[in-house]
């Protein structure tokens, strides 16, 4: 697996730390329809892209009650890892179009790690925003841009080729 493999699934951690739902939605909208490898496939029909985003947006309007389960909670953190580690590892698989489960493993690894990373980084954020005496949703709509920004940039085109990854993923 590429340093531009470990990058993305480390942003897309990052991300998923702050919203579990946003970092697979930025995945499905780049996945082609007709995507042929999985895990990437999964993600890549209309419907499936439709609820990961329906999923993303209700998620940025939900997490500003405050009956949210904290992300730090096995309720919270649990998503979090899960989804980090399967959009990445369908990233991973459009981008290398490749099907090597090695390149998979490593990608949702990075991801779950970094996912946790960034629970931790977002409970400590918003923990700030408060003891300043702002209004909860100030940090809260900040660390959305942040998600989204983070997410976004996990899942821009660019470099290095498919044949890069290939080389990365079938090396011994």
Do not use: F
């Given at each position: 697996?590429?340093?531009?493999?470990?990058?993305?699934?480390?942003?897309?951690?990052?991300?998923?730390?702050?919203?579990?739902?946003?970092?697979?939605?930025?995945?499905?909208?780049?996945?082609?329809?007709?995507?042929?490898?999985?895990?990437?496939?999964?993600?890549?029909?209309?419907?499936?892209?439709?609820?990961?985003?329906?999923?993303?947006?209700?998620?940025?309007?939900?997490?500003?009650?405050?009956?949210a389960p904290s992300r730090l909670s096995v309720a919270g953190l649990l998503p979090r890892v899960v989804l980090r580690g399967w959009a990445a590892a369908a990233?991973?698989?459009?981008?290398?179009?490749?099907?090597?489960?090695?390149?998979?493993?490593?990608?949702?690894?990075?991801?779950?790690?970094?996912?946790?990373?960034?629970?931790?980084?977002?409970?400590?954020?918003?923990?700030?925003?408060?003891?300043?005496?702002?209004?909860?949703?100030?940090?809260?709509?900040?660390?959305?841009?942040?998600?989204?920004?983070?997410?976004?940039?996990?899942?821009?085109?660019?470099?290095?080729?498919?044949?890069?990854?290939?080389?990365?993923?079938?090396?011994?």
């Amino acid at each position: 697996m590429g340093r531009d493999a470990w990058y993305r699934a480390a942003l897309l951690g990052v991300a998923g730390g702050g919203r579990s739902q946003s970092p697979l939605a930025a995945v499905a909208l780049t996945i082609p329809a007709g995507e042929q490898h999985r895990p990437a496939a999964w993600l890549a029909s209309e419907r499936a892209t439709g609820l990961a985003v329906l999923a993303a947006v209700a998620e940025l309007g939900l997490d500003k009650w405050p009956s949210a389960p904290s992300r730090l909670s096995v309720a919270g953190l649990l998503p979090r890892v899960v989804l980090r580690g399967w959009a990445a590892a369908a990233l991973a698989a459009h981008r290398t179009q490749s099907e090597h489960r090695r390149v998979w493993a490593l990608s949702a690894g990075v991801a779950g790690v970094t996912a946790v990373a960034g629970a931790v980084a977002g409970a400590r954020w918003r923990g700030a925003v408060h003891d300043r005496g702002l209004p909860g949703w100030v940090g809260a709509v900040l660390e959305d841009a942040v998600v989204v920004a983070l997410s976004a940039a996990a899942c821009r085109p660019g470099h290095p080729t498919v044949t890069e990854h290939r080389n990365d993923a079938t090396a011994p």
